[in-house]
């Protein structure tokens, strides 16, 4: 098959891409990349900010500005995938990041690496949406199903191994410029995804382009940055300073909402489609519970680390290799849940929800009342079982939120369920490491009470996203679990209306 084909995939009746999985295997490499990039650099903050010379406050722009241009930029790159092409977002959006790694990694100032940083996740915003509209466009029934799987599972484990990676290259890199190494190593990674992406990905003739609903762009990044801005500053005070800046968000998301309800009555095209909300079967449950699991299960990691370093003295290698198997149980557990998810649905997350519940509430046990010298073994079957529950709930959820999705819509309905998800991780990785200051100061310095309170509030956290799920499954459970599409809602214009 020659380089860019133009064959169709299932999902217009004609043969499926013969290339599809090689095509995956390339798409999850490069989303691995981005999303271990999200937690691979806390842990050379420290020698980062003595060989630039930085303050905090400034260095911590390096974690916290790719998180923010990254959610700022994820349903608009979604927008334009659908309209202009998934294709050639993904390989320009690759190459950008491929070059701001390297600005990134030679960069001589703070200012200079925070720039870089904030371009890097921008660019890694408009990558993501691509991956999971791939799998829409090239994947059909049961292979969608698998397919999803190994997106669950890469997102599973960049989530967990960030640290460690991060660790183990500042320990083989060495030196005051180790840190520069983190993001070099994306250089060799991104090239040859780059070239071998350009040469598998398909030529599918894009979508109609209509008009950029810019207003709606504008409305949209407003509000979320709002919203994310105290967050991913909370280290730096950013949610006692900037609390004003919520009440502005949820107020600029509303007229959002409004906004584009009012495109779409007047025939326009839409930055997000409301029917997705409305009138896409799962849809809705899928973005509400992936949301609220992310807020726990985000957190617990940044806790985990401070707790190790801190709290035990461990190395930042040694505190990423105790919580391995978290990310083995993950791996592992995606790839199988998505040859089941067709045939159980919904209540593959809510047993996954409860595992990983139990999993971490017994770490959380552990971590208070095991000795230190034995922590982390004591605490290995713990994340394990975890880890085995988190796969059983990303990447069944991923595939029954966009399971309806007509694939025209596939980017922006991506980007939308990763927005969700990185709200919900912002709230997470802000409240639950406050929490473990907070119960420090008021233990004096009681580590393994803080950790156990920490987590155990990540478990409550979850509990809401199980509520969730229990209440789909319970409502509808039609033909392997997924919910039957009610007849208000089938046999409404808007349905009969939904591209």
């Known amino acids: 098959m020659q380089s860019g084909s133009q064959v169709p995939a299932a999902p217009g009746g004609d043969a499926p891409d013969p290339n599809r999985w090689h095509a995956l295997w390339v798409t ?12 691979i650099v806390a842990v050379a903050l420290p020698s980062m ?10 260095v911590q722009w390096v974690v916290s500005g790719y998180a923010l241009t990254f959610a ?72 969608r199903g698998r397919a999803f799987g190994f997106f669950g599972a890469t997102v599973g484990i960049s989530s967990a191994v960030g640290p460690i990676t991060g660790g183990a290259i500042l320990a083989l890199a060495g030196g005051s ?37 810019l207003p709606g762009v504008g409305l949209l990044g407003g509000g979320v940055a709002a919203v994310m801005l105290p967050l991913v500053q909370a280290d730096a005070g950013g949610v006692r300073r900037f609390w ?17 309800r009012r495109v779409l009555a007047r025939g326009r095209e839409p930055v997000f489609d409301p029917r997705l909300i409305t009138a896409t079967r799962g849809y809705a449950t899928g973005a509400a519970l992936g949301t609220l699991y992310f807020v726990g299960f985000s957190g617990v990691w940044l806790v985990f680390a401070l707790f190790f370093q801190d709290g035990l003295g461990y190395s930042p290698l040694r505190s990423g290799l105790t919580v391995t198997p978290f990310a083995l149980g993950s791996a592992g557990a995606a790839v199988v849940a998505g040859r089941l998810v067709e045939r159980m649905g919904r209540v593959l997350t809510v047993l996954g929800l409860i595992g990983v519940m139990t999993g971490l ?46 694939v025209r819509l596939a980017g922006a309905a991506g980007g939308a369920l990763q927005t969700g998800q990185r709200l919900g991780g912002a709230v997470g990785t802000a409240a639950l490491p406050g929490l473990f200051y907070g119960v420090l100061i008021s233990t004096d310095g ?7 309170l920490s987590v155990g509030a990540g478990v409550a956290a979850m509990l809401a996203s199980l509520a969730v799920a229990v209440a789909d499954w319970r409502r509808c459970r039609g033909r392997a679990g997924f919910p039957p599409c009610p007849p208000e809602v089938a046999n409404s214009p808007a349905h009969a209306a939904h591209p």
């Open 72 to 143: 700022l930029s994820l349903v608009l790159a979604g927008r334009l995938g659908d309209a202009i092409g998934r294709r050639r977002i993904f390989l320009v959006s690759l190459a950008v990041f491929v070059v701001c790694s390297a600005a990134a990694g030679a960069a001589p100032t703070a200012g200079a690496l925070v720039a870089a940083r904030l371009a890097q996740g921008a660019a890694a915003g408009f990558l993501a949406p691509q991956n999971s509209a791939f799998i829409q466009q090239l994947f059909t029934g049961e292979e």
């Open 361 to 406: 509430g017994t770490a959380a046990l552990v971590l208070w009342l095991a000795p230190p010298q034995t922590v982390m073994w004591a605490v290995a079957p713990a994340l394990f079982l975890g880890g085995v529950g988190s796969g059983f709930v990303i990447s069944p959820n991923v595939t029954m939120t966009l399971r309806e999705v007509p």
């Open 244 to 260: 004003w800046l919520f009440p502005a968000g949820v107020l600029l998301l509303a007229v959002f909402a409004w906004w584009e």
């Open 28 to 39: 999850l490499a490069a989303g691995f990349m981005i999303l271990l990039d999200v937690t």
């Open 446 to 452: 009681d580590f393994p009470a803080a950790v156990s």
């Open 49 to 58: 900010r003595r060989d630039l010379g930085a303050s905090p406050a400034a």
């Open 177 to 213: 410029q180790g840190w520069r190494w983190i993001f070099y190593v994306n250089l060799p990674v991104g090239v040859l995804a780059l070239v071998l992406a350009a040469h598998l990905l398909p030529r599918v003739a894009p979508g109609p382009r209509g008009h950029l609903d």
